[in-house]
Structures are given as structure tokens and as C-alpha cells.
Nanobody, 123 residues
Framework: QVQLVESGGGLVQAGDSLRLSCAAS????????IGWFRQAPGKEREFLAA????????YSADSVKARFTISRDNARNTVSLQMNSLKPEDTAVYYC????????????????WGQGTQIFVSS
């Protein structure tokens, strides 16, 4: 059983930066791939980025890869999402998720999800 807790959301202005964190605990977290998603009101959930606990493999959606960067801190069991040049259309609830392989993360079928953290970007 893996527990995921997101933090770092809030209200920001367009052009600001924000760093989200996903703290993982329980189970063998180093066996998992961690992904970030978001869901805006009335829209489908969108994959943003993913990272493996081991190795250097990272994956980012083309729509955000120029502005969002995923990283991990193994000592703190935390995966972060650095978001720069935020836009009003980035307003959404942001979730992290864990699965045993990248494909499962990418298609949104991860077994473990955090509760989400809300970001509002004002214009």
C-alpha cells in the first residue's frame, strides 16, 4: 500500500512559478513510477509528467515540457513538479499517482493516487 500526499498548491498570478511536491510512503516506493496529472473543471484528466524512482528516466507531455520539470528526492521520498510561467489555463487540481510501470501511469490507471492540490492562476 502506497500513500501519496500532494502539497504546494495555491493562488498565483500569471507568469509566476510554483513547485508541487508528492510525498510517498508505505510499500516499496522505489519500485514505482510516479506521475503528475491535472484536471480542470469540465475537462478530462491530463497527464503531465512521470519519473522512475530508479535511474534517470523522465517523461513529460509535449504540452507542458517547456515549462514544467519533474524531479525526485530519494532521501525524502518526494517527487516534485516545478511549474514556470504559469497561465490561467493551468488552473486545475493537480494529482500525483503511482504505478509499477510507465504505461500504467500514462494511461491513468495507477492504483495509487493522492488527494490532489488545487492551483488557481489569475490573469
Amino acid at each position: 500500500q502506497v500513500q501519496l500526499v500532494e502539497s504546494g498548491g495555491g493562488l498565483v498570478q500569471a507568469g509566476d512559478s510554483l513547485r508541487l511536491s508528492c510525498a510517498a510512503s508505505g510499500g516499496a516506493v522505489y519500485d514505482y513510477v510516479i506521475g503528475w496529472f491535472r484536471q480542470a473543471p469540465g475537462k478530462e484528466r491530463e497527464f503531465l509528467a512521470a519519473i522512475k524512482w530508479s535511474g534517470e528516466s523522465k517523461y513529460s507531455a509535449d504540452s507542458v515540457k517547456a515549462r514544467f520539470t519533474i524531479s525526485r528526492d530519494n532521501a525524502r521520498n518526494t517527487v516534485s513538479l516545478q511549474m514556470n510561467s504559469l497561465k490561467p489555463e493551468d488552473t486545475a487540481v493537480y494529482y500525483c499517482a503511482a504505478a509499477m510501470n510507465l504505461r500504467t501511469v500514462l494511461i491513468g490507471n495507477s492504483k495509487y493516487w493522492g488527494q490532489g492540490t488545487q492551483i488557481f492562476v489569475s490573469s
